[in-house]
């Protein structure tokens, strides 16, 4: 049965394209199940009454967010929202289409900057924007092509996602890793800009630390709660990075082991950070990741070696 379903959902993409409000890009497997004329990945069976218009998604989640704000004015509260728009299938809602002029990706971007000043809005309608912690972040670099054929290069109009930054979301280069990061608390943290070095992994243990509360489980976590309040200027020590291959950032150099990946993901137009040799950055003056200085400073590369062997070595020993 499982079979018959796939083959007949596929044939419906093939035969009638026209039901298709956007094609999938071939080999990204975004033609499985088609949901009100798009294609999405995985084969949906049954629950048809709870399948969604893509366009109406963000909508229902910002109000199901502001509600729920609403409902706990009056209480601490926790809530992660977590937007679909920069997501693919990029499909805007009928106010923002055509208004970036940078094509269905720089439309669902209006779209999320729209939706999350709605959500401040709320907090200061209801009085509790002073004193409540807003973290907005990302998972991962810029993509442009990555599931359907919605020109996202054609019309990128000059835009550049990644400004100076090699590399994109899949990539070990700054490009995937180096993500956008605010925090907001008006009530306890001053404006300004910081060059510490933190990752999202880091909030478990940090916040443990606030709240008082054990994190036995956050091995990889670090207390960063003063670079999150903005009175810290280093934040952690180290940082490991992993996707085809493993990367160390320490003191702004970054070390990235040889590897025999693919040095372009062709699929998705990514330049990967996949060498057959060794590569080292110092970001403080080569963000872009342009100038590898392996060959210039052995010793720097055997010094993350090290550090990055040793780390991998005691995770190892914990896991046991």
């Known amino acids: 049965m499982i079979i018959k379903t796939q083959s007949v959902l596929i044939q419906q993409e093939k035969i009638h394209p026209e ?53 706990h004015k009056q209480e601490p509260f926790f809530l992660y929202y977590a937007l679909t728009e920069p997501h693919v299938p990029r499909l805007p809602a009928t106010m923002f289409k055509g208004k970036s002029e940078l094509g269905n990706r720089g439309d669902v971007i209006l779209q999320l900057d729209w939706a999350v000043g709605e959500i401040i809005k709320q907090l200061k309608y209801l009085g509790l924007d002073k004193n409540t912690m807003i973290i907005f972040s990302s998972d991962n670099g810029p993509v442009i092509m990555d599931g359907y054929e919605d020109q996202g290069f054609e019309k990128l109009n000059g835009h550049t996602p990644a400004a100076s930054l090699r590399g994109g979301k899949y990539s070990i280069l700054e490009g995937g890793t180096r993500e956008p990061f605010i925090i907001s608390w008006p009530a306890k943290i001053k ?130």
């Open 19 to 71: 039901l298709l409000k956007m094609p999938a890009e071939a080999n990204h497997g975004h033609n499985q199940t088609i949901v009100n004329g798009i294609g999405h990945i995985g084969y949906i069976q049954g629950g048809k009454l709870a399948r969604w218009t893509d366009e109406e998604i963000p909508f229902t989640f910002l109000t199901k967010a502001k509600n729920f704000i609403e409902d």
């Open 191 to 320: 404006p300004g800009v910081s060059g510490a070095l933190v990752s999202q992994i880091d909030f478990l243990a940090s916040f443990a630390s606030f709240f008082n509360v054990e994190s036995k489980n956050a091995i990889d976590s670090k207390n960063v709660w003063d670079a999150f309040t903005g009175k810290d200027q280093k934040g952690r020590n180290f940082f490991i990075e992993q996707n085809d291959q493993l990367a160390i950032v320490k003191d702004n150099w970054k070390y990235i082991r040889p590897s025999r990946g693919e040095a372009f993901y062709k699929l998705t137009h990514t330049d990967s950070g996949n060498l057959p040799t060794a590569q080292l950055y110092n970001l403080n003056d080569d963000l872009g990741e342009k100038n590898n200085l392996a060959l210039k400073y052995p010793e720097k590369v055997k010094e993350l070696e090290t550090l990055l062997s040793t780390e991998l070595s005691t995770e190892e020993a914990k896991a046991k």
